[in-house]
């Protein structure tokens, strides 16, 4: 059996005070005077000074990492590519955290990506995006970490059992695209040289680890041109075609038979060709180990090491990510000595690879690069710390929340905390995480704030027949509370990379024990960890006042836990996920990849499956807000207009493009829609997320049609009690079409309707209707596979 790879990644760490990267000395060193370290050339030129002065022994080392040599005749030091900062300066080979003690003993830890996501806010997005390059420049200049880092993982969750759905933006593509597109801007900025290089991964249709005997080394995606045009690869185009990332990483499984850094129609056809991203020579890295994955004991690809390291970089990755003690290891100097690998391919990898460090400043001196006097003291700052909180607060989705019982002041009570991550720890942090200044959970939060509390552990995934040494201790701290707080849910345990799970349903011993605690009839809120679970046993027992979900809350979990219980911050994040039925593991395997509901499958994600336990987008407040949609574009703006009835605006498809100015068809303007929210309350002010979703009626486009569409989001601050906010949703075209068949996206004719917000019954607040006129319009022409 193939091992997990992260806890190898745990014992591999650069050990203590060790220098993991190391800027060349293009002043004293070789590298002087040549035109590699000419500032004034473009980097397209110094990297293909620097390839040429390499021998090819050199260069054949640099292809292969944790074993990048450099070269040291020519002032090239080794450079470790896998430095990691999903939601903070994470543990990874390139990255050294000093345990000794400070400096650079740690940096700020973030709600990790799906709590993020779900507080449906891109400017929030930024702002902890542009914090984490910060704090990675303070690594690299004091040589603790590389320029690139791999992140985001952007694949989309579609399959609730998935362990690794947590480190990504949720399951829609628009919500992604717009996380991802907020992200890159602040991870990579928006200077001349690049403040740190992104990495968008797994590309592409990656969402399997370890399920049932398959494996995501050998799993072989089959993926029509439909799906993966409208689902899998839009968090792609957005990363290379609109935001330029520096770097993409091709995943572990195949697709439709070709493994994913070995496929040429992945990388050349639509990367490349398509997408154009081509602009900065940007690079492709696999992901690590996935090379040796080509051979036959996985997807017999190759035959061999040297050829399937012939194979993945003929076809466009252009650095192999290798683990030492997981042979069988590629064999890139047996590649080239076979003649399987010319010289000229192993030339354009390695301008890549160094044309993207020269941007990020690697061959500057420090008075060229805006970002080299970044330090320790820009690490973990009040400012930081207050957004960590906000990560965890905002993204805080209410569930239930029966009589109003939230929120709850505690001061003059006394408290039960009870539950797994009661006593708060790691397990609040989720995958990839660093080590951040501090843990504040909820037993921490609860002491700061003077309270009254007792604390009581619980169980995990554990299931009901197992032997119970939790149940006792936590009656006995509940009985002698006034409130009753139950810190429950998954963690890491229960799924995380190379671990994905078999049942979504709450773990039997956790909702034992929650219906225990329930019985005592006392206020019972329940804050729940990890992914979602079905909801369902609590949504029903009136003796659970209320629910929060917190996904996984970063370092300040506790402390977010407790301002929401009480109101000092109030509610307003929506489930960036579908909460499925226990049942709908049985209906649909982890393994099927087609997103429309046929006989023998109930269809993925809400745009497909209308059976949720609580919806994609849904979300409760502490308050009541009237939500209206307050208008369409006008039609004055989109002349020529036609105006069939008295209640339908209709515009014309030929008019649309034809006052387009965008480098793409999809992303025309089709105009802003204005909504407005009204606090209807008389106590609380809270933000508002305003969802907007698109319909296609009978008639428009081909069946089947989709059930609705996110196209739009806003979060709208601070409303208070009376208060009215309006924003304006900017929709595109794309935002109105379809995929057809071929994967072409097109615009079709027809009624639309949008839709404003979600209720527990997935309905909308208000809608309108509009008609498109005109023939058909294929906006992108999507790259057809290879025969």
């Given amino acids: 059996m193939k091992l997990a790879l992260l806890p190898l990644v745990r014992a591999v760490l650069v050990a203590n005070g060790a220098r993991a990267f190391q800027f060349p000395d293009c002043e004293q060193g070789p590298l002087a005077n040549t035109t590699a370290c000419d500032t004034t050339a473009s980097p397209t030129d110094r990297a293909a000074a620097l390839v040429k002065m390499l021998n090819i022994t050199e260069k054949l080392s640099n292809l292969t990492h944790s074993n990048s040599l450099g070269a040291e005749r020519v002032g090239l030091p080794p450079y470790e590519w896998w430095s990691e900062a999903l939601h903070g300066v994470a543990a990874s080979p390139g990255v050294s955290f000093n345990r000794t003690g400070s400096p650079f003993s740690s940096a700020t830890s973030f709600a990790n990506s799906i709590t993020i996501s779900a507080a449906f806010d891109d400017d929030l997005v930024y702002k902890i995006a542009t914090v984490i390059s910060t704090e990675a420049r303070a690594f690299i200049n004091a040589g603790r970490a590389g320029l690139d880092f791999w992140t985001p993982n952007i694949n989309p969750y579609k399959d609730p059992r998935w362990g690794r759905g947590s480190e990504t933006p949720g399951e829609d593509p628009v919500r992604i695209k717009g996380y991802v597109k907020a992200l890159l801007a602040g991870l990579e900025g928006d200077e001349a040289v690049r403040k740190v290089i992104a990495t968008c991964k797994h590309y592409a249709a990656y969402d399997l680890e370890r399920w049932q005997g398959m494996t995501r080394y050998k799993f072989d995606a089959v993926v029509s041109s439909q799906d993966l045009s409208e689902y899998y690869l839009p968090p792609f185009q957005q990363c290379a075609r609109d935001s330029h990332v520096g770097s993409i990483m091709c995943s572990y499984n195949a697709l439709n038979g070709t493994p994913a850094c070995a496929s040429t129609y992945l990388m050349d056809d639509i990367l490349r060709g398509h997408w154009n991203w081509t602009a900065h020579s940007n690079y492709v890295t696999s992901d690590c180990n996935a090379i040796q994955d080509f051979l036959p004991s996985w997807h017999n690809f190759s035959q061999t090491p040297a050829a399937a390291a012939a194979a993945a970089l003929v076809a466009g990755t252009d650095t192999i990510c290798e683990v030492p003690g997981f042979p069988p290891m590629s064999d890139v100097a047996g590649a080239y000595n076979q003649s399987l690998l010319p010289e000229a391919v192993v030339d354009r990898a390695l301008r890549r690879l160094y044309e993207g460090l020269i941007r990020a400043g690697y061959l500057d001196p420090p008075s060229a690069s805006p970002y080299r006097s970044i330090g320790w003291a820009d690490v973990s700052t009040p400012a930081a710390q207050a957004l960590a909180l906000q990560s965890a607060t905002d993204g805080t989705v209410l569930l239930k929340n029966s009589n109003n019982t939230l929120p709850l002041g505690l001061a003059n009570k006394s408290v039960a905390l009870v539950g797994h991550w009661a006593a708060g720890g790691r397990q609040m942090l989720g995958g990839y995480s660093g080590i951040p200044p501090y843990l504040l959970g909820p037993a921490l939060a609860a002491q700061q704030r003077n309270l009254t509390y007792r604390v009581a552990g619980g169980p995990v995934a554990q299931t009901i027949t197992a032997t119970d040494t939790w ?40 909702l034992a024990l929650i219906t225990t605690l329930a019985a005592l009839g006392k206020p019972l809120i329940v804050i729940q960890l990890g992914d979602q679970v079905d909801d369902s046993p609590l949504l029903r027992n009136a003796n659970v006042s209320a629910i929060l979900w917190a996904g996984y809350p970063g370092q300040a979990g506790g402390a977010a836990a407790l301002d929401i219980v009480t109101g000092v911050s109030a509610p307003a994040g929506r489930l960036p996920v579908t909460q499925y039925p226990a049942a709908y593991t049985e209906q649909v395997p982890l393994t099927e990849m087609a997103l429309r509901g046929n006989g023998g499958s109930p269809g993925r994600t809400y745009r497909w499956y209308n059976s949720s336990v609580l919806p994609f987008g849904f979300g409760l407040h502490y308050t009541t807000f009237d939500a209206r949609l307050a208008g369409l574009p006008p039609p004055s703006s989109l002349l020529p207009f036609d105006s069939t009835s008295t209640n339908t605006t209709t515009y014309s498809i030929p008019a649309l493009l034809a006052s387009c100015n965008a480098p793409h068809l999809d992303l025309c303007p089709f105009g802003a829609v204005r909504v407005q929210a009204t606090n209807t309350g008389s106590t609380t002010t809270s933000d508002f997320v305003a969802l907007a979703f698109v319909r296609h009626e009978p008639g428009t486009g081909p069946e089947p049609r989709p059930r609705k569409t996110l196209a739009a989001y806003v979060r709208l601050r601070a409303i208070a009690p009376g208060r009215a906010v309006t924003a304006d949703l900017r929709l595109t075209l794309g935002n109105l079409a379809r995929a057809d068949g071929a994967g072409n996206t097109v615009l079709y004719p027809g009624t639309y309707t949008l839709l404003l917000d979600v209720d527990e019954h997935d309905g909308a607040v208000d809608e309108a209707r509009f008609e498109l006129v005109g023939d058909e319009a294929v906006l992108d022409h999507f790259p057809q596979p290879r025969t």
């Fill in 471 to 510: 149940t006792a201790p936590a009656l006995a701290a509940a009985r002698q509370a006034d409130v009753v707080l139950y810190f429950g849910g998954t963690d890491q345990s229960i799924a995380a990379e190379d671990h994905d799970r078999d049942a979504i349903a709450w773990p039997g011993a956790q």
